[in-house]
């Protein structure tokens, strides 16, 4: 690669916008991009569509929410064959959310296009569901590695005819433990496809990969913009999953907005929450990639028009939404990296209107907050979920003003004004019975006040707890990081108990040194398949013919079966729960026989001819 071929993607101020069909696009492809509100390509965009449809490799540094994924969908849609059967494209991503977020990319810009079939491949999912697709015939393919390599052994994946291969997030692949298993596929698929490199940084692993597998790439760099505006007022409310809806019904009773957008992962929720919502009073709509353009277009009108309140929609169906009303957003499931965190937040506080966003972060997601807020350097202010007094005060001042809207009313009040001096003196109630009464009646079933809350524990004892808790969380911080690194603690247990406050449980897996496994490795496929993320983890023992992991307590039975079914090198891990007690010796790491980053040496890659 030489110097010409490596470029940094930054449009500067006075050129004239780029549209899409300015590279190179056109036709359905144009028409699902103008669906979506996409009007103008981002930098990656703009910079890899062009060498990507002139057939050319292309590695790209970009951060995750820059817009990567319309930069390589949309050249392999302009150049699908849909008469051909066997996959065409093969998109590796590190996780089944990644895979899956690709799949619906792919759906959705593939709209107009007849006939295109697109398969996600991931662990978890039933083979069944996979192999029905795969024989009926599949144009594209977005799977995690480990899935991709298990239909390979099977043979139940042909690869033979592949003419593009995407490598989405390489970076973490390879922290993952997935070295071995992408190489394997890159040797295991035609000479002459074309390959697209995605990622973040450029470490000297992924320098490797792209010298030997890729031919002549064009290196494109985009300098991510992270930094959130100065007039939004961010905070986080640390809450757990369970009890997220009350306190997201809490923060709506006293923080005074004028329009909100909620932003959740999936959109089952959208609709769920959106119904809770209107259930207890509030004006609320979602959208989400299921919903129709039509329908999309009249939930924003009414947005803007002030007929509805509150929109919860995902990360996709936000996009390009631009309404000056909006006062808060919500992140009721905090997103995992900078990019969409500030690309929501950033739908608040337009046109020098000051805004606010708040974000829900449950225990095990302190490290993602503490990510966000070291990428967009700027800190997010922690906040209280608001008392029973904070939200009685303000019914009470909501009552107060109806009382006072309804007695300006001044014909209406007169006519009952008779009616009631009527009642007082047929009844002999005091006018103050009759109007309390008349409150009840108005108010229905529903109190108008909370109940107290529990009386809270002495100063002291909350002191002592407040401290073991910034100790468990910096714990948490640096146990995190050390893993992210690739290395362990000794000290990372907690007495057997998940950092969380959940208890733990050792478990074994038929791998161990002899299979030259390594502690990321067995986070990787175990994260992959049994969906779990890193605080999930305790200690990891690697002894010669086997290896001990400590894994929450409370695993389900349907996720500790995939778990069962999980390979580590190609071997079946066959994990069950460890009889000889809780590991307690000093954690065994796998020594490493290179130090280009590639993980797993043992395996030879097979060749096949094109």
């Known amino acids: 690669m030489t110097s010409d071929d490596v470029r940094v993607a930054e449009r500067a101020p006075e050129e004239p916008a780029t549209t899409f069909s300015d590279l190179g696009l056109d036709g359905a492809v144009l028409k699902a991009l103008n669906d979506v509100g996409y009007e103008t390509p981002s930098a990656i965009q703009a910079a890899t569509i062009p060498p990507l449809l002139s057939g050319r490799d292309v590695v790209g540094l970009a951060q995750t929410g820059t817009g990567k994924t319309a930069a390589f969908a949309l050249p392999i849609l302009a150049r699908l064959d849909v008469s051909q059967k066997t996959p065409q494209a093969l998109v590796l991503a590190p996780t089944r959310e990644l895979a899956l977020q690709v799949c619906e990319a792919f759906e959705r810009y593939a709209a107009h296009l007849k006939g295109v079939h697109i398969l996600p491949v991931y662990g978890g999912q039933g083979y069944g569901v996979q192999l029905s697709a795969l024989r009926r015939g599949v144009h594209i393919v977005v799977g995690t590695p480990g899935r991709i390599m298990d239909h390979l052994d099977k043979g139940t994946l042909d690869l033979g005819e592949l003419k593009y291969l995407v490598l989405d997030e390489a970076d973490e692949m390879l922290k993952m433990g997935f070295a071995e298993d992408v190489e394997t596929i890159l040797a295991d698929t035609p000479d002459d496809k074309q390959v697209a490199l995605f990622s973040a940084t450029m470490p000297a692993a992924i320098r490797r990969i792209s010298q030997q597998y890729l031919r002549d790439p064009e290196e494109i760099t985009v300098k991510a913009k992270t930094q959130t505006s100065a007039n939004i007022t961010q905070r986080y409310l640390v809450v757990s999953y369970a009890q997220k809806v009350d306190a997201l019904t809490r923060i709506l009773e006293v923080e005074n907005f004028e329009g909100m957008i909620i932003f959740v992962r999936t959109k089952n929720v959208t609709e769920e929450l959106a119904e809770k919502l209107r259930a207890r009073g509030y004006s609320a709509a979602a959208i989400n990639g299921d919903v129709p353009q039509a329908q999309r277009e009249r939930t924003v009108n009414q947005l803007k028009s002030g007929k509805l309140d509150i929109l919860v929609a995902t990360d996709v169906a936000a996009r390009g939404l631009d309404v000056e009303r909006i006062s808060h957003v919500v992140n009721f499931d905090i997103p995992t990296d900078s990019e969409p965190y500030v690309h929501r937040i950033g739908r608040t506080g337009r046109a020098g209107r000051t805004g606010d966003a708040i974000s829900f972060v449950t225990p095990r997601e302190r490290s993602l907050l503490a990510r966000i807020e070291k990428a967009t350097r700027q800190p997010i202010t922690q906040m209280q979920l608001p008392s029973v007094d904070e939200v009685n005060t303000t019914r009470l001042a909501r009552f107060d003003d109806r009382i006072t809207a309804a007695l300006g009313e001044g014909e209406r009040i007169e006519r009952f004004r008779d009616i009631i001096a009527h009642y007082v003196r047929h009844h002999d109630v005091p006018e103050v019975d009759v109007a309390a009464a008349l409150a009840v009646v108005a108010q229905g079933d529903d109190p108008l006040l909370l109940e107290p809350e529990p009386e809270r524990p002495a100063y002291a004892e909350r002191d002592r707890g407040a401290r073991r808790d910034r100790d468990r969380d910096r714990d948490d911080r640096r146990d995190t990081r050390d893993r992210d690194r690739g290395r362990g603690r000794d000290d990372d247990r907690d007495g057997g ?114």
Do not use: C
Request: charge should be positive; aromatic fraction near 4%; proline fraction near 9%.
């Open 497 to 610: 108990r998940r950092r969380g406050g959940g208890a733990m449980a050792t478990y074994r897996i038929a791998v161990g040194r002899r299979q030259r496994v390594e502690p990321r490795q067995i986070v990787g496929a175990l994260a992959n398949e049994g969906g779990l993320s890193r605080a999930d983890f305790g200690a990891i023992q690697i002894r010669p013919d086997f290896s001990l992991v400590e894994l929450p307590a409370d695993l389900s039975p349907d996720t500790l079966e995939r778990l069962e079914r999980t390979r580590i090198s190609g071997r079946l891990i066959e994990l069950r729960p460890d009889r000889g007690g809780p590991a307690r010796a000093p954690r065994e790491w796998a020594p490493r026989e290179r130090t280009d980053g590639d993980e797993r040496p043992a395996r030879k890659p097979r060749h096949r001819s094109s």
